[in-house]
C-alpha cells in the first residue's frame, strides 16, 4: 500500500501524486475501434481513493450537476466496499458508467476538488467508472437483488418519456427506482439517443457499457419502445389520452448547423451528426459486413473545436484517414472539448489547424469535394461573453487537398416534436422553455430537459435536468418529498 | 417492434414488388406524401421508402420498392407472413391538399406507386385529378388499374409504344397544359430527370409543380443533414422540410450528384451480398 506509506498525518501530510489511467497506445488504437482508456485495476482505483481527503463540506459535489455523494462513495471505495460506494453513486445518478466517461470532469467535480490547486485533483471520473464498471460485472443476480431495496412498481402510475438519451434515461431510473412505471419512446431502431448515435465506440462502448445501464433500467421495469417518433407516430395529447399522467421531452439535439459557404452540398461533405451516425449507430466502420456505408477520406478535414469534432477526426483516424486536421477559428486555449479528448486526438496523429476559417469547398466536375480555402484569423477584443472573437486577416487565405469534410459547428433544434406541439412555448433560439425549478413547460404536466432546452451541451447537464425534471413529477404523483 | 408483411405481390418479378404491412399505429397517422424508414436485418441499413397506400380500417400500409441495391435485394427475400426489424414513421410533412380544381398527377417508374397515395388524396378533397404515367413498356407500367379505380382520366406513355403513347410523359403533360387551362398544380414522383423535365416543361405555363425528392437520407427524423437538397438557393432537409419541394426551385443537378454519393460502396455492398447468398449462406 504506497499510497498510505507515503502520507504523512494530518496536519502537514503529503499526497501521493494522482494515478495515470492506462491506455490503448496511440499508435495500435488508431488501427481499431476499441476503448482507449482502459481504467483502473482494483490496486490503483484503492490508491486514487485514498487520495481523497474526505473534506467535511466537499466542494466536489456542489460541482456535480447531478449531485453524486462523490465525497462518501470514494470513502466506501477506499475501504473495499465496492457495492456501498456503487449504491452511493447510484443514489443521484442513473448512468455512472456513462458519466465516469464523459464527463468534463475538469469543469466540474475534478475542477472544485481542493488538491486542484496543485493540478491534481482525486481522479473523480476514472473512480466512478471503475466503481460503475466493476460492479456490473458482478452476477447478474446481484444485479437483481438490488432491486428488493426497489418499492414495487404501480402499473397506475404511468410516466413517458419522449427520446432515450441521457436525460430521458435519468428520468427513468429515479422514477422507476420509485415505484413508478415509465415507458421511453425512442425514435430511432436503438435505445441509448447520443450515447449510441453520436459518441463513437472507443470512448464509450455500446455493448459493454450503454446496453448494460439500459438493461439495468429494464429490471426496474421500465419500457423500452423503438422506432415510434414523438411528433409523427403520437402526439403528447395521444400520451395523455392512453392514462400517462406526465410526460418528459428529452429528445435532443436536432438539425445541424452548416457553415454556409459555398460547395457545402458537394458530396464529401458531412454534418458530423451524420458522419457519426453511420460509423456510430450504423456500425459503418464494419463495412460491408454491415451494410451502412461511409466515406473513406484521404485528407480528411474537420470544422469545429468541441467533443464532436474530436470524436469525428480520430474516426477518421481510424477508417484509415491519411492526414486529419481539426480546422478552428481561435486558438488552442479557446478549443472547447473536453481536455482528455484533445490529449488524445494530438497523441493520435490529429493535427491542429487554428486560427483558421472555411471560406470555401471546391469540387470536381461529378460535384465531389477536393479542397477547401482557408481564411487566416487573429484573436480581437474580447467579445460580450468575454471570449475574444476572431477576426480575419485581411488577404491571408490559403488552399488546403481535402476530400472528407465533416461540419461540426453544433445544432439547432430538431422541428418535428416542436411542430406538433404548437402549445409549447420556445425561447428566442426555438428551443423549449422550461420552469428553472422544475423544468415543467407551458403545457401542465409535461416536461422537458437536455439539449431540446439549452441547444448542444453535455450528458451530464442533460442527466441534471432529467433528474430535476423527475424529482417534480415523483412530487406530483406520490407526493411528499 | 418488428411488423409483418400480411399480402406480397411480385409486380415485376425479381424487380419490383409491392407488400402490404401490418402497422396500425403508422396507417393510423400516415398521409399522403409521407414516408418510412425500415431496416429489414440486424446489420442492415435504415433506407427510406415512400407510403404508396393507407388503411387505417385494417391497420395496413403498403409499400413499393424497386430491387436496386443490397438493402432492397434482402427485402425481396421477406415474403408474407416474415416481419420487417424496424419499421417507424410515418415521416415527412404531407402533401398540401387543397380543393383547387384539376390536378395533374405524374408518375414515372416506382414513383407511380408513391404518387398514387398523392393522387388518392387529391381526389379525396374533391379535385379532378388527370394521371399521367409512363413506364419502359407495357409490362412495367406499375399502378394502372389501381389509379383507373378513382381517377376519371389515367394518361399512359411507354418508351416502346407497347401502351398509350410511345414516348415521354412530358409529352402528354405539355399537350395537356396546351389546351386545358383549368389545371392548377402538377405533382411529380419518379426519377430524378423524368421530375426535371416536368419542372421544365411546366415553367413556361407557369403551373404550381411539386415534386417528392428521394434523397439520401440515414435517420429520416431531421438529425444528420445527408438529405439536404438546395431550393432557391436554400439548403432545405427533404426529410423534415420535405419531401416535396416546388419543382421550378429545386438544384436537380445537385440532387443528382449527391444521389450518386455511395455508388461504389454501394456496389461493393450489393456485390458482397450476392457473392454471399449464391454461396448458400444468404
Request: charged content about 25%; hydrophobic content about 40%.
Amino acid at each position: 500500500m504506497t499510497a498510505t506509506a507515503e502520507r504523512k498525518p494530518a496536519g502537514g501530510r503529503k499526497i501521493a501524486p494522482r494515478v495515470d489511467m492506462p491506455c490503448q497506445p496511440a499508435g495500435e488504437r488508431i488501427r481499431n475501434f476499441e476503448e482507449v482508456a482502459l481504467g483502473y485495476t482494483q490496486q490503483m482505483a484503492t490508491e486514487e481513493a485514498r487520495r481523497c481527503l474526505q473534506c467535511k463540506n466537499p466542494k466536489c459535489v456542489k460541482g456535480c450537476p447531478v449531485e453524486v455523494p462523490i465525497r462518501d462513495f470514494i470513502g466506501q471505495l477506499a475501504k473495499g466496499d465496492l457495492e456501498g460506494a456503487y449504491r452511493t453513486i447510484k443514489s443521484t445518478n442513473s448512468l455512472p458508467g456513462v458519466c465516469g466517461r464523459v464527463c468534463p470532469q475538469e469543469n466540474q467535480c475534478e475542477g472544485a476538488c481542493v488538491l486542484n490547486a496543485k493540478g491534481q485533483p482525486v481522479a473523480i471520473g476514472r473512480l466512478e467508472r471503475y466503481v460503475a464498471d466493476t460492479y456490473m460485472a458482478l452476477d447478474a443476480c446481484d444485479h437483481l437483488s438490488a432491486k428488493l431495496t426497489c418499492p414495487a412498481v404501480d402499473p397506475e402510475l404511468r410516466v413517458a418519456c419522449i427520446g432515450s438519451g441521457p436525460a430521458s434515461l435519468t428520468v427513468a431510473g429515479y422514477l422507476s427506482a420509485r415505484g413508478i412505471k415509465v415507458t421511453v419512446f425512442e425514435a430511432l431502431h436503438e435505445v441509448g439517443g447520443v450515447l449510441v448515435y453520436g459518441i463513437p465506440e472507443f470512448r464509450l462502448p455500446k455493448s459493454a457499457i450503454v446496453e448494460k445501464e439500459v438493461q439495468a433500467l429494464r429490471t426496474q421495469e421500465v419500457d423500452f419502445v423503438t422506432n415510434w417518433v414523438g411528433g409523427r407516430t403520437f402526439s403528447v395529447d395521444d400520451l395523455f389520452a392512453e392514462g400517462y399522467r406526465a410526460v418528459f421531452i428529452g429528445v435532443g439535439a436536432g438539425l445541424p448547423r452548416f457553415l454556409g459557404v459555398p460547395g457545402e452540398n458537394l458530396t464529401g461533405v458531412f454534418s458530423a451528426n451524420e458522419y457519426l451516425t453511420r460509423v456510430n449507430l450504423g456500425r459503418a466502420y464494419a463495412f460491408p459486413d454491415y451494410d451502412t456505408p461511409v466515406y473513406q477520406g484521404r485528407n480528411v478535414t474537420v470544422y469545429g473545436g468541441g467533443n464532436v469534432a474530436m470524436d469525428a477526426a480520430r474516426t477518421a483516424l481510424r477508417l484509415g484517414a491519411e492526414s486529419v486536421r481539426i480546422v478552428y477559428r481561435r486558438t488552442r486555449d479557446e478549443l472547447p472539448a473536453r481536455h482528455e479528448e484533445l490529449e488524445h486526438a494530438e497523441e493520435e496523429g490529429v493535427i491542429l489547424e487554428l486560427l483558421a476559417n472555411p471560406v470555401a469547398f471546391h469540387g470536381d466536375e461529378m460535384g465531389r469535394l477536393t479542397g477547401v480555402t482557408l481564411q487566416r484569423m487573429q484573436l480581437g477584443e474580447p467579445d460580450a461573453s468575454g471570449r475574444r472573437s476572431p477576426v480575419p486577416v485581411e488577404g491571408d487565405t490559403y488552399d488546403l487537398p481535402t476530400d472528407l469534410a465533416v461540419i461540426a459547428v453544433g445544432t439547432r433544434p430538431n422541428p418535428i416534436l416542436l411542430e406538433a406541439t404548437p402549445q409549447l412555448t420556445l425561447s428566442r433560439r426555438g428551443y423549449i422553455e422550461v420552469d428553472e425549478e422544475t423544468g415543467e413547460t407551458s403545457i401542465p404536466n409535461v416536461f422537458a430537459g437536455g439539449d431540446i432546452v439549452t441547444g448542444a451541451a453535455t450528458v451530464i447537464l442533460a442527466m441534471g435536468a432529467g433528474r430535476r425534471a423527475a424529482k417534480e413529477i415523483r412530487r406530483r404523483l406520490k407526493g411528499g418529498e | 417492434m418488428p411488423c409483418k408483411i400480411l399480402e406480397k405481390e411480385r409486380l415485376i418479378p425479381g424487380q419490383t414488388s409491392k407488400l402490404v404491412i401490418d402497422a396500425p399505429h403508422i396507417a393510423k397517422k400516415a398521409q399522403p406524401g409521407n414516408f418510412v424508414i425500415l431496416r429489414v436485418c440486424e446489420k442492415g441499413e435504415r433506407i427510406p421508402l415512400t407510403i404508396a397506400d393507407a388503411d387505417p380500417e385494417r391497420g395496413t400500409i403498403t409499400i413499393v420498392y424497386l430491387v436496386m441495391g443490397k438493402s432492397t435485394a434482402l427485402l425481396e427475400t421477406l415474403d408474407a407472413g416474415d416481419s420487417i426489424l424496424d419499421l417507424c414513421g410515418p415521416l415527412g410533412r404531407p402533401t398540401h391538399i387543397e380543393k383547387a380544381g384539376t390536378v395533374i398527377c405524374v408518375g414515372g417508374g416506382t414513383g407511380i406507386a408513391a404518387m398514387h397515395h398523392i393522387a388518392k388524396g387529391h381526389h379525396k378533397a374533391g379535385n379532378h385529378v388527370v394521371a399521367v404515367i409512363g413506364a419502359r413498356s407495357k409490362d412495367l407500367l406499375l399502378f394502372y388499374d389501381e389509379l383507373s379505380s378513382f381517377c376519371p382520366e389515367v394518361l399512359v406513355s411507354t418508351d416502346d409504344g407497347s401502351f398509350g403513347h410511345k414516348g415521354l410523359v412530358t409529352d402528354l403533360l405539355r399537350q395537356r397544359l396546351e389546351t386545358d387551362k383549368t389545371v392548377s398544380e402538377v405533382v411529380a414522383v419518379g426519377p430524378v430527370p423524368m421530375m426535371a423535365a416536368v419542372a421544365k416543361t411546366t415553367e413556361p405555363f407557369g403551373v404550381k409543380t411539386t415534386v417528392s425528392l428521394n434523397s439520401i437520407m440515414v435517420d429520416g427524423i431531421g438529425m444528420c443533414g445527408a438529405c439536404r437538397v438546395s431550393v432557391g438557393g436554400e439548403t432545405r432537409f427533404a426529410c423534415v422540410d420535405g419531401p416535396e419541394f416546388d419543382g421550378h426551385k429545386v438544384d436537380f443537378n445537385e440532387l443528382r450528384q449527391r444521389l450518386a454519393a455511395f455508388k461504389p460502396q454501394e456496389k461493393l455492398s450489393y456485390d458482397h451480398h450476392c457473392k454471399c447468398t449464391c454461396a448458400g449462406e444468404k
